[in-house]
């Protein structure tokens, strides 16, 4: 890892912008990140000598015409999958998280940050209301938003009728940047394809479109045991999804190309976190035979396919879709599964998520930890999965909309907060985990912008 | 005062007994008096027979109308939509313009575009199409394999020719239809509902043009039925969507216009089927009826209208259904049946708006009639989508149709 860092001297500033107040937690997290990819490869390859499949292999002839001819329905596609099981699933990298110390810190000391009583022992720098409030500005009671003021007993006139008209605008002028201050009031349905593209600053270019079709010749030429681990995601997740289902096809087309673009390491860049490593057979140790696998880095987890789904709806054809992905995983994605101290980070949410609900609803915190329901251990995986899979698309879309305006994943710590507020008349009558559970099953009714609206705007604090 | 309303049901579907039963209804059997009976359409047509004499009184209400298969054979709701064309044309009505090649320009409407008594195929027709035997009197014989011409035993046998859509709308590579749900109380005046929870049922198979597919059942027929026995049906959603992710999908891909336009034309579609066989339908005022429209989309965003179903399916395939199908009983009979009393056929059959539940109103011909007829021809001559396309801001009016 020391090496890597070497040969990123120039990125090295950056990097220390990044952590800038948290160098103290480098150390922790190299030392967490190092014994979890530990575990995580340990179980890829064991997975992989069980099996007796290799890592990588190149396909014969024959199979790479099937698939060829194939690409467009690899749903249909029904290998046995029953041996291969998830590298790990979101409640495994909850372990890790509650387990994180920082072996220079004492509890006892601190006057400052009080007794923490959720399952995050790592003393971050998190956001009260009253500065959510400042940094969310635009979602504020008085200001027009999609998601509430375009209900059907608004008179469009009000708000959407020129919300749409700016919005053609900025399209028109091609401005990222207005694009993205816009779209922090939600975006309307028929331009939010093109105003992602443009904050994502992606455009279709030949070039793009040719380094999408290499990544597919990739897939054909060459099959990787990770292959197996994204279509056993897909089946498990995204086919019985009642929205993404008929996406099915899409997914695989995107996921595979995916875990062959090395591009996608540069993010490890601003990532505590190192891509895992393979040998080329018959040379274990040898640094000059090592290769990163999968080759962009990233091991798929259960529930990652949810990621690309929700893209579906937005673009049908498959460069640009993978395009609009692949930046969105490594602008926003990568922190929901790696440990760091950013802001948006996984562990930030988890720590800004607990602070919330003890500071603002603490009967309900107290209530719910006392039945041993430990809100994190329920809201982690919404987080992780950026509710992918737990908001019905409409909603989920405009909450995806705020994660690009304001390029950061805080308000998923907030909405999880929020579902919380909302159903905690019930939850404080329930008795179990499993029953604090079943209140929060279903989140498909949910509206989001009301939510987060009155959580932050019309909570008395 | 009020007793209970007493049912009866031919049709032994839990969707059905659960409504009956928590509105406190007590079932009997169909020789005792009873108020309400949800009939298959075999019983239908027993009921209103010239034989059988019944007559039904003022406080029974049966779920179908007597002749509705002026709606639901194939066939005749050809003949119907033809005769009410042609009546358009001849009043000079601007609702039966025709374009250059001869093509109606707003009630071109339906798949089929031949009926015919005997069939004689070409043979190498420039389209494919789909043959269905419409209305089974005697089986048919195939008289000589080379020229595919079929012999009919008896002259009573009516073949439609469906024009096959080879450029279905295909979602993530799927071809699929559409179930919408039509609530018919009365049809002089015309005053129809529309379920807002249809859904779009698809394939599981990838959709391909090319004809060695052609065989393949599972890629060409969307029916739940039948794709319930491909291998790739799925138990959770039972490989449908609702009608408002088609409509998020098609917004956020083709754009709003041509979305809401697509939705207008489907209303457009039902109400002018049902306009067409309104005339022939025999008005029982002892009768309601729910339809199963079924619609393809074409990769133009053309609505079709495939057929009409009479006694739309009532299994669930998923719970998901069940819930639906639940719901749907629930609000049709919250409207037939009033205050789920013990019913009274005079009554104006006008529900206050509060019981509508998921449906809205699609049609209300005296409702229109009020506003002046000709502002429907009007509006729809203008196609004006802007502003007033998608919801209606006038409450108590029909939500729906942009073109009333």
């Given at each position: 890892?020391?090496?890597?860092?070497?040969?990123?001297?120039?990125?090295?500033?950056?990097?220390?912008?990044?952590?800038?107040?948290?160098?103290?937690?480098?150390?922790?997290?190299?030392?967490?990140?190092?014994?979890?990819?530990?575990?995580?490869?340990?179980?890829?390859?064991?997975?992989?000598?069980?099996?007796?499949?290799?890592?990588?292999?190149?396909?014969?002839?024959?199979?790479?015409?099937?698939?060829?001819?194939?690409?467009?329905?690899?749903?249909?596609?029904?290998?046995?999958?029953?041996?291969?099981?998830?590298?790990?699933?979101?409640?495994?990298?909850?372990?890790?998280?509650?387990?994180?110390?920082?072996?220079?810190?004492?509890?006892?000391?601190?006057?400052?940050?009080?007794?923490?009583?959720?399952?995050?022992?790592?003393?971050?720098?998190?956001?009260?209301?009253?500065?959510?409030?400042?940094?969310?500005?635009?979602?504020?009671?008085?200001?027009?938003?999609?998601?509430?003021?375009?209900?059907?007993?608004?008179?469009?006139?009000?708000?959407?009728?020129?919300?749409?008209?700016?919005?053609?605008?900025?399209?028109?002028?091609?401005?990222?940047?207005?694009?993205?201050?816009?779209?922090?009031?939600?975006?309307?349905?028929?331009?939010?394809?093109?105003?992602?593209?443009?904050?994502?600053?992606?455009?279709?270019?030949?070039?793009?479109?040719?380094?999408?079709?290499?990544?597919?010749?990739?897939?054909?030429?060459?099959?990787?045991?990770?292959?197996?681990?994204?279509?056993?995601?897909?089946?498990?997740?995204?086919?019985?999804?009642?929205?993404?289902?008929?996406?099915?096809?899409?997914?695989?087309?995107?996921?595979?190309?995916?875990?062959?673009?090395?591009?996608?390491?540069?993010?490890?860049?601003?990532?505590?976190?190192?891509?895992?490593?393979?040998?080329?057979?018959?040379?274990?140790?040898?640094?000059?035979?090592?290769?990163?696998?999968?080759?962009?880095?990233?091991?798929?987890?259960?529930?990652?396919?949810?990621?690309?789904?929700?893209?579906?709806?937005?673009?049908?054809?498959?460069?640009?879709?993978?395009?609009?992905?692949?930046?969105?995983?490594?602008?926003?994605?990568?922190?929901?599964?790696?440990?760091?101290?950013?802001?948006?980070?996984?562990?930030?949410?988890?720590?800004?998520?607990?602070?919330?609900?003890?500071?603002?609803?603490?009967?309900?915190?107290?209530?719910?930890?006392?039945?041993?329901?430990?809100?994190?251990?329920?809201?982690?995986?919404?987080?992780?999965?950026?509710?992918?899979?737990?908001?019905?698309t409409d909603q989920l879309l405009l909450l995806w909309d705020r994660i690009l305006g304001y390029n950061s994943l805080e308000i998923l710590a907030v909405l999880a907060a929020a579902v919380f507020a909302f159903r905690a008349v019930n939850l404080m009558e329930v008795t179990s985990l499993a029953?604090?559970?079943?209140?929060?099953?279903?989140?498909?009714?949910?509206?989001?912008?009301?939510?987060?609206?009155?959580?932050?705007?019309?909570?008395?604090? | 005062?009020?007793?209970?309303?007493?049912?009866?049901?031919?049709?032994?579907?839990?969707?059905?007994?659960?409504?009956?039963?928590?509105?406190?209804?007590?079932?009997?059997?169909?020789?005792?008096?009873?108020?309400?009976?949800?009939?298959?359409?075999?019983?239908?047509?027993?009921?209103?027979?010239?034989?059988?004499?019944?007559?039904?009184?003022?406080?029974?209400?049966?779920?179908?109308?007597?002749?509705?298969?002026?709606?639901?054979?194939?066939?005749?709701?050809?003949?119907?939509?033809?005769?009410?064309?042609?009546?358009?044309?001849?009043?000079?009505?601007?609702?039966?313009?025709?374009?250059?090649?001869?093509?109606?320009?707003?009630?071109?409407?339906?798949?089929?575009?031949?009926?015919?008594?005997?069939?004689?195929?070409?043979?190498?027709?420039?389209?494919?199409?789909?043959?269905?035997?419409?209305?089974?009197?005697?089986?048919?014989?195939?008289?000589?394999?080379?020229?595919?011409?079929?012999?009919?035993?008896?002259?009573?046998?009516?073949?439609?020719?469906?024009?096959?859509?080879?450029?279905?709308?295909?979602?993530?590579?799927?071809?699929?239809?559409?179930?919408?749900?039509?609530?018919?109380?009365?049809?002089?005046?015309?005053?129809?509902?529309?379920?807002?929870?249809?859904?779009?049922?698809?394939?599981?198979?990838?959709?391909?043009?090319?004809?060695?597919?052609?065989?393949?059942?599972?890629?060409?027929?969307?029916?739940?039925?039948?794709?319930?026995?491909?291998?790739?049906?799925?138990?959770?959603?039972?490989?449908?969507?609702?009608?408002?992710?088609?409509?998020?999908?098609?917004?956020?891909?083709?754009?709003?216009?041509?979305?809401?336009?697509?939705?207008?034309?489907?209303?457009?579609?039902?109400?002018?089927?049902?306009?067409?066989?309104?005339?022939?339908?025999?008005?029982?005022?002892?009768?309601?009826?729910?339809?199963?429209?079924?619609?393809?989309?074409?990769?133009?965003?053309?609505?079709?209208?495939?057929?009409?179903?009479?006694?739309?399916?009532?299994?669930?395939?998923?719970?998901?259904?069940?819930?639906?199908?639940?719901?749907?009983?629930?609000?049709?009979?919250?409207?037939?049946?009033?205050?789920?009393?013990?019913?009274?056929?005079?009554?104006?059959?006008?529900?206050?708006?509060?019981?509508?539940?998921?449906?809205?109103?699609?049609?209300?011909?005296?409702?229109?009639?009020?506003?002046?007829?000709?502002?429907?021809?009007?509006?729809?001559?203008?196609?004006?989508?802007?502003?007033?396309?998608?919801?209606?801001?006038?409450?108590?009016?029909?939500?729906?149709?942009?073109?009333?």
């Amino acid at each position: 890892m020391l090496q890597e860092e070497s040969d990123l001297s120039l990125i090295i500033a950056q990097i220390v912008q990044k952590l800038k107040g948290s160098n103290l937690y480098s150390q922790l997290e190299r030392q967490a990140w190092g014994s979890w990819e530990k575990r995580i490869l340990k179980s890829l390859n064991s997975m992989c000598t069980e099996l007796s499949i290799p890592l990588a292999r190149k396909r014969p002839v024959g199979e790479q015409k099937e698939l060829l001819n194939k690409w467009n329905e690899m749903g249909t596609d029904e290998p046995d999958l029953s041996l291969f099981r998830p590298v790990y699933a979101p409640k495994d990298f909850l372990e890790v998280l509650i387990n994180l110390r920082n072996p220079n810190y004492e509890n006892g000391d601190s006057l400052s940050f009080r007794t923490h009583l959720g399952l995050i022992q790592v003393p971050l720098k998190v956001k009260d209301i009253p500065e959510l409030k400042e940094c969310f500005v635009e979602l504020g009671l008085n200001i027009g938003q999609l998601g509430i003021d375009d209900s059907t007993q608004v008179p469009p006139e009000l708000f959407e009728n020129e919300h749409v008209r700016i919005g053609q605008k900025v399209l028109a002028q091609q401005d990222s940047a207005a694009a993205q201050q816009y779209i922090r009031q939600g975006s309307p349905t028929a331009l939010r394809a093109e105003l992602w593209a443009l904050i994502l600053n992606i455009s279709s270019q030949p070039e793009d479109v040719l380094y999408y079709e290499q990544l597919k010749t990739n897939v054909i030429q060459h099959d990787l045991l990770v292959d197996s681990l994204i279509y056993k995601d897909v089946k498990l997740t995204a086919s019985n999804d009642d929205y993404y289902f008929v996406f099915e096809d899409y997914l695989y087309q995107v996921l595979l190309c995916f875990s062959r673009d090395t591009s996608v390491l540069s993010h490890f860049a601003f990532n505590s976190a190192s891509p895992p490593k393979s040998y080329i057979r018959g040379k274990l140790g040898l640094e000059e035979y090592a290769v990163f696998y999968p080759p962009n880095g990233v091991i798929p987890f259960h529930g990652f396919s949810m990621y690309v789904a929700p893209l579906c709806f937005l673009y049908h054809e498959p460069s640009k879709l993978y395009q609009i992905f692949r930046e969105m995983y490594v602008r926003f994605f990568f922190r929901l599964h790696s440990i760091s101290s950013h802001p948006s980070g996984i562990v930030s949410l988890c720590l800004l998520f607990e602070t919330l609900l003890q500071t603002y609803l603490p009967q309900l915190f107290y209530h719910l930890r006392e039945i041993g329901a430990q809100p994190l251990r329920i809201s982690f995986k919404w987080m992780v999965r950026a509710f992918s899979g737990y908001l019905a698309t409409d909603q989920l879309l405009l909450l995806w909309d705020r994660i690009l305006g304001y390029n950061s994943l805080e308000i998923l710590a907030v909405l999880a907060a929020a579902v919380f507020a909302f159903r905690a008349v019930n939850l404080m009558e329930v008795t179990s985990l499993a029953a604090a559970e079943a209140v929060l099953a279903d989140l498909s009714t949910l509206k989001v912008m009301p939510l987060l609206q009155i959580f932050l705007f019309a909570t008395v604090t | 005062m009020a007793g209970k309303v007493k049912w009866v049901t031919d049709i032994e579907k839990s969707v059905l007994i659960n409504n009956f039963e928590k509105r406190g209804w007590v079932q009997v059997t169909e020789n005792e008096d009873w108020n309400f009976y949800w009939m298959s359409v075999q019983t239908i047509r027993n009921v209103f027979s010239v034989e059988a004499g019944y007559r039904l009184s003022d406080d029974q209400i049966v779920n179908h109308f007597p002749n509705h298969y002026e709606l639901t054979r194939k066939d005749l709701m050809v003949k119907n939509i033809k005769r009410y064309r042609k009546e358009l044309e001849k009043e000079g009505s601007p609702l039966a313009e025709k374009d250059e090649n001869g093509k109606y320009l707003y009630l071109g409407l339906c798949v089929f575009h031949r009926l015919m008594f005997s069939v004689n195929i070409p043979r190498r027709p420039v389209q494919p199409w789909i043959m269905i035997l419409s209305h089974r009197f005697k089986k048919c014989v195939p008289k000589d394999s080379k020229t595919s011409s079929f012999v009919s035993q008896s002259n009573k046998e009516a073949y439609v020719i469906s024009l096959y859509i080879n450029n279905p709308l295909l979602i993530g590579g799927r071809k699929f239809d559409l179930r919408l749900y039509v609530l018919v109380s009365t049809y002089r005046p015309l005053r129809c509902y529309m379920y807002k929870l249809g859904f779009c049922r698809f394939c599981t198979v990838k959709y391909t043009p090319s004809t060695s597919e052609l065989d393949n059942m599972f890629v060409h027929l969307t029916n739940v039925a039948i794709q319930k026995h491909g291998e790739d049906y799925n138990h959770i959603h039972g490989g449908k969507w609702t009608v408002s992710n088609l409509r998020l999908y098609l917004e956020s891909t083709r754009g709003k216009e041509v979305t809401s336009k697509l939705f207008d034309e489907i209303h457009w579609i039902i109400v002018q089927s049902l306009k067409a066989v309104a005339p022939v339908m025999n008005n029982d005022k002892h009768c309601f009826e729910c339809y199963g429209y079924d619609i393809i989309i074409d990769d133009k965003l053309k609505p079709w209208l495939i057929e009409v179903n009479a006694s739309p399916s009532l299994t669930s395939s998923t719970a998901n259904d069940r819930i639906l199908k639940y719901n749907l009983i629930n609000d049709t009979l919250n409207i037939a049946v009033p205050n789920g009393e013990i019913p009274d056929c005079k009554w104006n059959k006008s529900p206050p708006k509060e019981v509508l539940g998921n449906y809205e109103i699609l049609y209300d011909e005296e409702l229109a009639q009020g506003d002046g007829a000709d502002r429907e021809l009007r509006s729809r001559q203008g196609q004006s989508l802007g502003p007033r396309a998608g919801r209606s801001r006038d409450s108590g009016r029909a939500v729906l149709t942009t073109w009333k």
